[in-house]
């Protein structure tokens, strides 16, 4: 179960958990009364939460009073989601509907919030579009010198998932044209690539995941619901939720298994995703997160692991080729068993390269080449290490030159990057102790 969250444009973590958070109330914001009075109107009655702004995570939900294990956190009737079934029945519906080839549930669910944010105040939902971030903190949006910051893989990543809105925005260009008429202004200036990216990410980082019959209009899977008020809610790594819909009671309910105290936030989690996970889907980093490890990339193998070219490339392929170049991690524990096959494999002379389906099955190595494996895993940690200093220090250069639009920006990716450098120093203090006990028992057999 993936849940998405609110408030991630705005989260400031100037504290560290342990320190005292203060929270502030939201309710009597104007914004908030309305949205509340919306959703009531929909069938939504709350009276365990309320929206508050929080020192450590920004916006969030604060217990009134004290919530039980596996109560019951929030209930939210059907007819306050915000589901392709809205949209059909919308006044673009008829255009959707008409459209060959058929739109995705996604592009369908963009389009609509992006209709309605240019509607202002005459739009259905627009007591949940004011609440919405006017801007997000996902690479999608990331000025092109701070994505450079980002570890290899992760820019690879974010950069094929900018590529990817914009290929959405240019081969609609025909289908969002048949929207003219119920629109106020030219299509080309209400349907930019800016307003579907800021759809886009709207959905991706706040939709919970509701699986919905395919229909006759749409193509593709159908699993988003948009979730106003229950999308508050942040995530935390160590908190267990039970969330879906209940067609019994025809609503989307959350149950936080371990409860919360009263005045506190009430958190429940997006799924067991690490931090790079986390600020590319939801733009966050979570400090601390157990679920957190760094990637190698197969490109940092190639520089650290010397030797023959040749012989490297043919290993190489054949990696490749048994999908295990990739998910390659380090975490604070050490090496990931996944990279620690591919190194093994990697260490194996040509004279023993016939024996290479049976290491990619865990069959040992000798003793020699296990300390080459364990060696290189130590200079991959050192080198990923190096380029975490480097990019923190060009952070720290950045965010001292002052450009204010690209701080929030740079903030979460020196956070990404501190926790990556922790990561890296602890594993690397575990490997050094495992090469220093096998040179101790090596020592031992001899004498």
């Known amino acids: 179960m993936v849940m998405s969250g609110c408030g991630r444009a705005a989260r400031k973590r100037k504290k560290k958990r342990d320190c005292v958070v203060q929270s502030v109330s939201l309710s009597h914001q104007p914004e908030y009364v309305e949205l509340l ?64 080839p058929r739109p995705s549930p996604l592009l369908a669910l963009c389009v609509f919030l992006a209709c309605e944010r240019h509607r202002g105040a005459d739009a259905d939902w627009s007591p949940y579009i004011r609440v919405l971030p006017a801007s997000y903190t996902c690479p999608a949006y990331f000025a092109r010198d701070v994505a450079a910051l980002l570890p290899v893989g992760l820019r690879r990543r974010a950069l094929e998932q900018e590529d990817a809105l914009r290929d959405m925005h240019s081969s609609n260009q025909d289908f969002f044209r048949t929207l003219q008429p119920v629109l106020s202004q030219p299509v080309e200036d209400v349907l930019t690539f800016e307003a ?10 706040r939709s919970v995941f509701m699986r919905h019959p395919s229909n006759q209009f749409l193509c593709g899977q159908d699993d988003y619901a948009l979730a106003p008020f229950l999308d508050l809610l942040n995530h935390r790594p160590d908190v267990q939720v039970k969330a879906g819909f209940n067609h019994e009671t ?8 371990s409860g919360t105290p009263r005045f506190q936030q009430a958190f429940i989690n997006y799924g067991c995703h690490d931090n790079q996970r986390l600020l590319l889907e939801y733009g966050f980093v979570a400090p601390g997160n157990p679920q957190s490890v760094v990637y190698v990339d197969a490109e940092i193998l190639r520089e650290v692991v010397k030797g023959d070219k040749t012989s490297l490339e043919q290993k190489m392929k054949f990696l490749a080729d048994n999908n295990f170049l990739n998910n390659l991690s380090v975490s604070s524990e050490g090496p990931s068993w996944r990279l620690m096959t591919v190194l093994r494999l990697l260490s194996l002379p040509q004279t023993l390269y016939h024996q290479r389906k049976a290491v990619l099955h865990g069959q040992a190595v000798g003793e020699a080449a296990e300390h080459w494996s364990v060696q290189t895993a130590k200079v991959l940690c050192q080198t990923l290490l190096q380029d975490t200093l480097t990019a923190l220090d060009k952070i720290s250069k ?50």
């Not at 579907?196 to 980082?205: E, F, K, P």
């Not at 025809?250 to 298994?257: A, C, D, Q, T, V």
């Open 398 to 447: 950045l965010l001292q030159q002052g450009a204010p639009s690209l701080r929030e920006q740079l903030r979460l990716v020196q956070s990404l990057r501190l926790e990556e450098k922790g990561i890296l120093g602890r594993c690397l203090h575990s490997l050094t102790e495992s090469l220093r006990e096998a040179s101790q028992s090596y020592v031992g057999d001899v004498s």
């Open 196 to 205: 579907l990216r800021w759809a886009w990410c709207s959905v991706n980082t």
């Open 250 to 257: 025809k609503s989307y309910e959350i149950r936080n298994l």
């Open 37 to 100: 009075r919306f959703l009531h109107q929909r069938g939504f009655t709350s009276t365990l939460l309320q929206p508050a702004l929080f020192s450590d995570t920004g916006r969030g939900l604060q217990a009134l009073g004290s919530i039980k294990p596996n109560q019951l956190l929030i209930s939210l009737p059907e007819s306050c989601l915000l589901t392709t079934s809205t949209v059909l029945d919308s006044y673009l519906g008829h255009y959707i509907k008409s459209w060959k």
